[in-house]
């Protein structure tokens, strides 16, 4: 069932890619609006081929707008988490340079709207940061600060540097959110394990029961007499608070 799932995914995603080539084509001025709803397409189909059961999911409390941007900052547990927000709010992401070089997943991110960062690079990233907050107003963008994926029981810090963008766009909105997988470990993705590895162990499982929930935002308002760093740590404290009650 495992090798089903995954030649199953493999040939979706390669489908896909060529229908997306022919999309892009034609429909390449337009695609900051319709990438988002055939990414959220796409990660409805992924959650069903692994059977990503999801048990509760708050929705968002605002939409995105043309006055207001929405950026939701997660925890990183697993390759799932990008079919799973997709699927649920919409978004696009803001992801490590790497992934633009995954074979056909790389290509198809970037088209779709993905936004990569060298975190090698601080200069690039503070380019980047002041592009992410631009680009917020209309749009969701997901970002995950931890910088890499990890287990509940890793408790990766966040960094601070997407928690800028509340600054440099005072029209953003900042909603912390927390994903928690009923069998976490069993689906985290850690070093040195790899992209498929990962796909991999997701298979096995009969089922991926999930729980996603958004706490309450941070505006810039929140931001009176505190620094880039209080605020960082306010939202991973409240993501974290949810990781640790009973599942």
Known sequence: MSKLKLIIFVALTFIAVILLWIIAAVCFPRRAEIGPALLQLYGRVCLMIYRVRVEAADPL???ASKERGIILIANHVSALDIFLMA????TVFLSKEEVRRYPLIGWAAATLGTIFIRRDSPQES??????VARLSTGRVITIFPQGTTGSTGDALPFKRGAFKTVELNHGTLLLPVTIRYR???A???RKPQNLLA???EIARQKSVPVKVKIHQPISIADYTGK????VCRVAQERVFSALHAAY
């Open 87 to 90: 699927a649920l709010y919409k």
């Open 61 to 63: 409390p605002v939409s």
């Open 198 to 200: 990962n796909l991999k």
């Open 187 to 189: 689906v985290a993705w």
């Open 227 to 230: 620094t880039v760093d209080d």
């Open 126 to 131: 503070r380019q980047i940061i002041r592009e």
């Open 183 to 185: 069998e976490d470990n």
